[in-house]
């Protein structure tokens, strides 16, 4: 079975920085994209970020470039997201995405509540 | 950047009635969307990918079709378990969501 599991969410004031994590388990971690999506209070689902089976491509979207990077530890099984000069719109449930190699996303996890506020 | 516009906002409905849920995208995407549910405090579940096709141990009430630019998903019957929000996603170009489409009962 399938699981991804996301942690380090919390509350942080504006300008802090977080790292989320997310453990994965029930596929062979090292041959999938991973991405990040997050969803505002009240809003849609949004694509942050993702990153190549080996880490050697990585993409944001243009609201988080230069703030946000993504990594992964293939050997931990282990997805990333370090996220520094944290604003209010930034606040969100983060979710750990597993990419089907057609585009779509095939498995979430429970998502992980980032709050930025003083 | 594509943009997904999901209609309605909210689809109040009886258990045992059917759904039908639009998404429209402001250019073409092909066949590449997704239908995904979300309960609160859940893992978001894909039902739908490739416009029409069945997720594994999606139930066989949930379909879809579309090409193009319109889209719909249609829940017939629908059961507890499916009061949800649902949001279509297009992996054309880039990835972007609709707003989403909050089935409640009604």
């Known amino acids: 079975e399938v699981q991804l599991v996301e942690s380090g969410g919390g509350l942080v004031q504006p300008g802090g920085s977080l790292r989320l994590s997310c453990g994965a388990s029930?596929?062979?971690?090292?041959?999938?994209?991973m991405t990040w999506v997050r969803q505002a209070p009240g809003q849609g689902l949004e694509w942050v970020a993702n990153?190549?089976?080996?880490?050697?491509?990585?993409y944001y979207v243009d609201s988080v470039k230069g703030r946000f990077t993504i990594s992964r530890d293939n050997a931990k099984n282990s997805l990333y997201l370090q996220m520094n000069s944290l604003r209010a719109e930034d606040t969100a449930v983060y979710y750990c995405?597993?990419?089907?190699?057609?585009?779509?996303?095939?498995?979430w996890g429970r998502g992980t509540l980032v709050t930025v506020s003083s | 950047e594509i943009v997904m516009t999901q209609s309605p906002v909210t689809l109040s409905v009886s258990p045992g009635e059917g759904a039908t849920l639009s998404c429209r995208a402001s250019?073409?995407?092909?066949?590449?969307v997704a239908w995904y549910q979300q309960k609160p405090g859940q893992a978001p579940r894909l039902l739908i990918y490739?416009?029409?096709s069945r997720a594994t141990g999606i139930p066989a009430r949930f379909s879809a079709s579309g090409f193009g630019t319109e889209f719909t998903l249609t829940i017939s019957s629908l059961q507890s378990e499916d009061f949800a929000v649902y949001s279509c996603?297009?992996?054309?170009?880039?990835?972007?969501f609709g707003q989403g489409t909050k089935v409640e009962i009604k």
């Open positions: 995405v597993k990419d089907h190699p057609w585009g779509y996303y095939d498995y």
């Open positions: 029930g596929f062979t971690f090292s041959t999938f994209w």
């Open positions: 990153i190549k089976q080996d880490g050697s491509e990585m």
């Open positions: 250019q073409s995407v092909n066949s590449n």
């Open positions: 490739d416009a029409s």
């Open positions: 996603h297009q992996y054309k170009r880039g990835k972007t």
